[in-house]
């Protein structure tokens, strides 16, 4: 089979290596990839979101499955075009990325089958709004319905600070047609879990989980970033047999059924955000994709062919027990740049990747491997460097592999943080 990668993060990193251990796959393609994935797969000089170039390639190449990776091509409806074309394609549609791709479509969706989640108000005018437009006490959690990399949501302690976030999206449009609608929730508190299954329009994998850490620096202060690092799978009181069945019973496959009921069958990962609070847990939001860095954390415990899972997924005979996740715990830890999630420098010579122990893995996001005639150089090339890996019998054994082997990586103002899996 011959593969193709869409992205360039880590998350395609993992993906291109696992397709490359594949005896089904004789050669992997990514667009456009990173300085990692150049040495398990062929980088190719198209961009993510250039569907039509995407698609002269996969027809002109013959490629046999396409795995999209990161959110604005599944929204910009690649799936649909590449399936009107005949090719195999592993994602949700147009309109069923929407899940993600529209926050209020979810929420309506979530409303209409019951499945638990914050109360809500939308918002459209800002000049409509007083203190009962939303019909419940502050903090508020203000959102944009539409895609905003990672930066659409805030928290405001007054209604003052709400208002002044929704005239922000509102009036100044700081997130263009991104927040035509802005979502104001209720705030819950709890610990938070990432939950994944493959569907293949109408029935669900065995689920996973993962924690992760947005905030840039220990103790989870500071901006939000991408992601910091996170493991997998959480401990047992986030994560076992019964949360496993809860959330595939109230949650992943009345979303599933609903869906294929609207003509709009969800084929390819689906990831759920969710919160466990006094109440129970309840659905912050839906992701149509591999989360990144969770990517790199539950890839690595897959321990069937990830490229038999995906045909399953899109010939539609997923079942039950398709995807063996393996129970040892993975631990990811990203380097960015300093200055990340703000300004930050590019273009300085990584060392040290190839000096870290063999239950450590790597995956590149910004980096570029140069090849000039005396040496191939591995430059930074973005905030979120690599992602360091290890996969052992207990989280605080992976996280020792991670943190013995993470400084032997450098780079100028390579940065991480040191919190990662710390549980207490
Ligand atoms: N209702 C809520 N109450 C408390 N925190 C929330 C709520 N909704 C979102 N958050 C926080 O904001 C983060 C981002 O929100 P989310 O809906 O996942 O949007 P996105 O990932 O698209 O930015 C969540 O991971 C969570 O920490
Ligand atoms: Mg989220």
Redesign the pocket.
């Known amino acids: 089979m011959k593969v193709l990668v869409i992205g360039n993060g880590a998350r395609e990193h993992v993906l291109c290596e696992n397709f490359n251990s594949s005896n089904k796959v004789s050669k992997v393609f990514v667009a456009p990839g990173n300085g990692g994935t150049s040495e398990c797969a062929v980088n190719l000089s198209i961009d993510s979101d250039d569907i039509s170039g995407l698609l002269s390639f996969a027809k002109s190449n013959r490629i046999d499955l396409t795995v999209v990776g990161p959110e604005i091509p599944l929204s910009l409806g690649i799936v649909d075009v590449f399936e009107e074309n005949g090719l195999n394609i592993f994602g949700p549609s147009k309109s069923a990325s929407q899940i993600e791709s529209s ?1 209020l479509f979810a929420k309506n969706l979530m409303v209409e089958i019951g499945v638990p989640t ?1 109360d809500f108000c939308v918002v459209e005018d800002y000049e409509q709004v007083d203190i009962d437009t939303f019909g419940f006490g502050p903090p508020y ?1 203000i ?1 944009a319905d539409g895609l ?1 990399a ?4 805030a ?1 405001a302690d007054t209604f003052a600070e709400a208002s002044s976030l929704l005239r922000s999206h509102l009036v100044d449009k700081t997130f263009g047609s991104a927040s035509e609608k802005v979502i104001v ?5 709890g610990r ?1 879990i990432s939950v994944f299954g493959f569907v293949d329009g109408s029935r669900v994998s065995s689920l996973t989980a993962a924690c992760d850490y ?1 905030k840039i620096c220990d103790g989870n202060k500071g901006e ?1 970033t991408g992601g910091m690092g996170g493991y997998s799978p959480p401990e047992a009181t986030l994560w076992n047999k019964n949360i496993e069945n809860w959330v595939r019973d109230n949650v992943m496959q009345p979303v599933v059924d609903e869906l294929r009921n609207r003509r709009m069958p969800y084929k390819g990962i689906l990831y759920a ?1 969710l ?1 466990k609070t006094e109440d129970g847990l309840k659905v ?2 839906f ?1 149509c994709r591999f989360g990144d860095p969770e990517a790199q954390l539950i890839i690595p415990r897959i321990e069937n062919d990830l490229i038999d899972i995906m045909n399953d997924v899109v010939s539609e005979k997923i079942k039950t027990n398709s995807v063996n996740w393996n129970p040892e715990t993975s631990v990811g830890v990203v380097v960015v740049s300093k200055g990340y999630p703000n300004e930050y420098e590019v273009g300085y010579e990584i060392k040290g990747v190839d000096l870290l122990d063999d239950k450590v893995q790597v995956f590149h996001a910004g980096t570029t491997l140069n090849m000039t005639e005396k040496e191939n150089l591995l430059q930074t090339s973005g905030g979120r460097v690599l992602t360091v890996v290890s996969k052992d019998k207990d989280v605080n054994l992976a996280r020792d592999n991670v943190y013995r082997n993470i400084s032997r990586i450098n780079f100028n103002g390579a940065t991480f943080r040191h919190d990662i899996a710390l549980l207490n």
Not at 150 to 153: A, E, I, L, Q
């Open positions: 926050k914050a959690v959102k905003a990672g930066k659409g949501v928290i929730e209720r705030f819950l508190s938070e947005k939000n955000g919160i912050l939001e992701n």
